[in-house]
């Protein structure tokens, strides 16, 4: 039978949730990452957001994540990284620090219970509770607080473009100012972003962004969308929230590309249960 208490409960499995996650189970903590879909990173991954302003990691665990994926060649030694290409090797650091990540898991209610907080979760079983000490909630919806749902300031929505040349082929300048076009790590990955409504559904935002290509001018005729995001691309507030004692907000989303979120999500969660009530006390 699945265990029902836990000392920290991570909402996400994201790639700040991942780094606190290993933090706190350095620390020694009990701590388990429940995620609503199948995947990990997807606030970057899925969402084709390669990111922007590497720097060098300030943890040794984000130091070795980096080194990790340069060694396979997923990034140059100042980024940008091949977002398809972390995905598996995301998962096997789970499997290397023995993280509990339970996927396919919704977060349907959270009420407090004798000084801890009760979490009901629902997956293919059905409804389950979970005492949890903590909670920390690192994605971008605030998924915590179900009647409560962040919209962000702005969001995008990006896609892979494809051109038959692309080895002699320029990228033309953006034709209109919601447009924004980055690269990836290889030179064959050009991902094209545009802004959408915050309040824009899936299928608004979809809509929004075919018709924008549809009417791009002849300098990019040649230029076709080979894949679209499966999550938005959104701006949301940075830094730790309270959302209640022992409760908090970190978005993953929020930090400028994906080795930054898991060091700072790392970061978070580094030393003992004692430093962080410390650290909180001196707010």
């Known amino acids: ?3 029902t208490e836990y000392s920290l409960l991570i909402c996400g499995a994201t790639l700040a949730g991942l780094g606190a996650a290993a933090a706190a189970s350095e620390a020694k903590r009990d701590v388990i990452v429940v995620e ?11 969402a084709f957001n390669p990111g922007s302003g590497w720097g060098k990691p ?17 990034m140059e030694e100042n980024g940008p990284v091949h977002l398809p290409g972390l995905h598996p090797v995301l998962c096997l650091h789970i499997k290397r620090y023995g993280l509990k990540v339970r996927f396919l898991t919704e977060i349907v209610g959270i009420a407090e219970r004798d000084g801890r907080y009760e979490v009901l979760l629902q997956d293919a079983s059905g409804c389950r509770p979970m005492l949890v000490g903590e909670i ?46 980055c ?24 809509q929004r962004l075919h018709r924008f290509w549809q009417a791009r001018p002849a300098e990019w005729a040649s230029w076709t969308i080979a894949a679209v995001a499966g999550t938005f691309d959104s701006t949301v507030p940075g830094g730790l929230q309270r959302l209640g004692e ?15 979120a898991i060091d700072q999500g790392y970061g978070s969660y580094t030393g003992t249960e004692g430093k962080r009530d410390a650290a909180k006390a001196g707010k």
Do not use: C
């Open 36 to 46: 609503r879909t199948s995947l990990v990173g997807r606030e970057f991954i899925e």
């Open 58 to 74: 300030a943890t040794d665990f984000g130091r070795n994540v980096r080194n990790d994926w340069v060694e396979r060649n997923l």
């Open 136 to 181: 920390l909630d690192t994605s971008t919806e605030r998924l915590t607080v179900p009647g409560q749902l962040v919209v962000p300031g702005s969001k995008r929505l990006n896609a892979y473009l494809h051109h038959p040349d692309l080895r002699n082929a320029a990228i033309p300048a953006p034709f209109d100012e919601s447009m924004t076009v």
């Open 183 to 206: 690269r990836g790590r290889f030179p064959s990955e050009v991902i094209l972003k545009v802004n959408v409504a915050p309040g824009a559904d899936w299928l608004e935002a979809r």
């Open 246 to 260: 022992r409760w908090s907000w970190l978005p993953s989303e929020a930090f400028a590309n994906p080795l930054s």
């Open 1 to 3: 039978m699945d265990r």
